[in-house]
């Protein structure tokens, strides 16, 4: 019997061949200047070739100062990347899949060493693991925000992307404005209220970039179902910002969790405290005795608050939206085996899945899936050395994997 994870969707005006979604994941294959390499495209071809529906980029950047503070990541704040991208979108297109830029800006959660500028935000506190205090943004700076996303949504369009998605998870800029807890912006619409998450901004960069790539194109939005914050999100708040969605008629909501506040919440796993203090800028030391601190705070205060992996453990966040609106709703996080992706959908709990880790695991892990009458289940650890490594400047790849089973042009990424 064919599975239901194989079948066809209309996302926006995207004939989508199955509902099987690579989710943003942090390439490394760009340079100093966010140009892609022939990595980035090889990545891409290599999983539009494996049978993926639809592929989301890692986070790229829409600005100088919304930079992450990983060094390599891509960049479509100008025109630089744009035949590097193209290449690999034909390549892509060539295969019959689907290709998404997602955008992003950083806010406070980035570094002024990589930006080359003081972090800004919502607020003047600092995110507690970047630990730099943001310049508080003016009201009359939010223009030029709108402005930045539209442009490089625009780029993206004209490089042959099939559409954009709007990073409004994981604690960068827009999800900082979502949060009233962060936020301390006076929202002109709504007044600042802890019951309403000030939706204004991600507002206008949506209505900024259909006027300038067509009310058409399309647009999706990746949301954190819930955070680490003292204060819930879910569920009023997280309805309140559904309807919104809803209301701007976006053509996919993908339903994530968390903030850089716990990094390890947003995908679950093991923790790795020797690959951490060696490779992250924030908290790379040469001093004994500092190293020594960050083990204990890595120890006694991350350590405690991690959430453990279990399946799809953002499907609850996804379900509760499915009974919100009719737009369809990506799931990700913890999907491992084909029968419990088969099951979210066919209990009606999420229309599509995303998938990050098991990606790096088995480049061809869609194959698998579809031509698979079984069960398959992604060899995929949650070791998490993929995510530490990404502060490393090399390209992402999984650790697990031998040599051979490598993307090809990894390895020749100077
Ligand atoms: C190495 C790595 C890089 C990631 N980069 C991004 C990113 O650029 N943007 C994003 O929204 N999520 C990013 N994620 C999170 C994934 O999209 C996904 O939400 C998370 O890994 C959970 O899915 P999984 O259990 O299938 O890995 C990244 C995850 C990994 C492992």
Wanted: positive net charge; charged residues 25%; hydrophobic residues 35%.
């Amino acid at each position: 019997m064919g599975s239901i994870l194989n079948t066809g969707i209309q996302v926006g005006r995207l004939a989508l061949r199955n509902r099987l979604v690579r989710s943003a994941t942090y390439e490394g294959a760009a340079d100093a200047a966010g140009i892609p390499h022939d990595g980035f495209r090889d990545m891409y071809e290599q999983l539009a070739r494996s049978g993926v529906g639809m592929m989301i980029t890692g986070f790229t950047a829409v600005s100088e100062q919304g930079r992450a503070m990983q060094p390599r990541q891509a960049a479509l704040h100008n025109d630089a990347g744009l035949s590097g991208f193209r290449k690999m979108t034909d390549a892509v297109h060539r295969h019959g899949g689907h290709i998404i830029a997602q955008l992003a800006h950083t806010g406070r959660q980035t570094r002024s060493a990589l930006t080359g500028s003081r972090p800004v935000s919502c607020t003047y506190r600092p995110s507690p693991y970047f630990r730099e205090r943001p310049r508080m943004l003016r009201h009359d700076e939010l223009p030029e925000i709108v402005q930045e996303f539209g442009s490089a949504a625009f780029r993206a369009r004209e490089a042959g992307f099939d559409g954009v998605q709007l990073h409004a998870a994981h604690g960068y800029l827009l999800h900082q404005f979502l949060q009233p807890e962060v936020n301390r912006m006076v929202d002109s619409r709504n007044g600042n209220s802890v019951r309403v998450p000030d939706t204004s901004l991600l507002e206008d960069i949506i209505d900024r970039i259909r006027s300038l790539c067509g009310d058409d194109f399309p647009i999706m939005v990746k949301i954190s179902g819930e955070t680490d914050s003292r204060r819930p999100f879910y569920p009023d708040l997280f309805d309140r910002l559904i309807t919104v969605l809803d209301s701007k008629s976006v053509a996919a909501i993908e339903i994530s969790y968390g903030t850089m506040d716990q990094p390890l919440n947003i995908i679950r796993g093991s923790m790795n405290p020797t690959l951490v203090l060696k490779y992250n800028p924030l908290f790379r030391t040469r001093s004994r005795l500092r190293r020594t601190f960050w083990k204990l705070l890595i120890d006694h205060y991350f350590r405690p608050r991690q959430q453990p992996f279990t399946p799809m453990y953002n499907l609850p966040y996804a379900a509760r939206a499915k009974s919100l609106t009719d737009i369809p709703i990506i799931t990700v996080g913890g999907a491992r085996t084909k029968r419990e992706m088969e099951r979210a959908i066919t209990d009606g709990h999420a229309d599509l899945v995303g998938v990050s880790r098991p990606f790096l695991r088995e480049p061809d892990f869609a194959t698998r899936l579809f031509n698979s009458d079984n069960d398959h289940v992604s060899p995929c650890t949650n070791c998490n050395h993929c995510v530490f490594m990404c502060d490393a400047g090399e390209p992402t790849r999984c650790y697990q994997r031998t040599p051979d089973q490598h993307f090809p042009s990894e390895g020749q990424l100077s």
